[in-house]
T-cell receptor
Framework: QQQVKQSPQSLIVQKGGISIINCAYENTAFDYFPWYQQFPGKGPALLIA?????SEKKEGRFTISFNKSAKQFSLHIMDSQPGDSATYFC?????????????FGRGTQLTVWP | DTAVSQTPKYLVTQMGNDKSIKCEQN?????MYWYKQDSKKFLKIMFSYNNKELIINETVPNRFSPKSPDKAHLNLHINSLELGDSAVYFCASSTRYRGQDEKLFFGSGTQLSVL
């Protein structure tokens, strides 16, 4: 059972456009929602993260929007650049759990055309 | 200095062979993981260790055996390799305290190809 559902599977955006990736979860115990970025041949790396006590977090061109009642969160990439082309994973975890496990979405392959 | 390093980068082997992948982290983290990434990029957790103690053991065939000689190292040994084991294997580490934000640091991966 997929704990975090991510869409779309792939996304093609023109340079300068907005890229939007959506995720949904069911477990109300989740209280930390990171996004990881993975370039070809590399391991995933933390990009940005949010806790459910805020509805939005922005870091440069990257923004997470969080809707606690809908149990959904999304990543917006403003002014998308070819260098943003990568695979993006949303994730969720219960920080109070002893397991310390991150549940990943299935990933979104983003391609930004110049 | 590479924070999480794993070797080898590429591993090509025949079905039925036994192989090992090594992982070391110099971040002083207590928790280490093995993830498997299939051809569709899906990241699946396999194991996690905290201070050399096995914490998470997902539904992984017994042919996969992790070994943590100390908290800076987590190796993965695979017996009787099968075609379906072909994937990219990632080692990761984190400082895991309950109630705190978790940040995973991943290695660059080991591309395993079973022929």
């Amino acid at each position: 059972q997929q704990q975090v559902k991510q869409s779309p599977q792939s996304l093609i955006v023109q340079k300068g456009g907005i890229s939007i990736i959506n995720c949904a979860y069911e477990n109300t115990a989740f209280d930390y929602f990171p996004w990881y970025q993975q370039f070809p041949g590399k391991g995933p790396a933390l990009l940005i993260a949010i806790r459910p006590d805020v509805s939005e977090k922005k870091e440069g061109r990257f923004t997470i929007s969080f809707n606690k009642s809908a149990k959904q969160f999304s990543l917006h990439i403003m002014d998308s650049q070819p260098g943003d082309s990568a695979t993006y994973f949303c994730a969720a975890t219960d920080r109070g759990s002893t397991l310390g496990r991150l549940y990943f979405g299935r990933g979104t392959q983003l391609t930004v055309w110049p | 200095d590479t924070a999480v390093s794993q070797t080898p980068k590429y591993l090509v082997t025949q079905m039925g062979n036994d192989k090992s992948i090594k992982c070391e982290q110099n971040l002083g983290h207590d928790t280490m993981y093995w993830y498997k990434q299939d051809s569709k990029k899906f990241l699946k957790i396999m194991f996690s260790y905290n201070n050399k103690e096995l914490i998470i053991n997902e539904t992984v065939p017994n042919r996969f055996s992790p070994k943590s000689p100390d908290k800076a190292h987590l190796n993965l040994h695979i017996n009787s390799l099968e075609l379906g084991d072909s994937a990219v294997y990632f080692c990761a580490s984190s400082t895991r305290y309950r109630g705190q934000d978790e940040k995973l640091f991943f290695g660059s991966g080991t591309q395993l190809s079973v022929l």
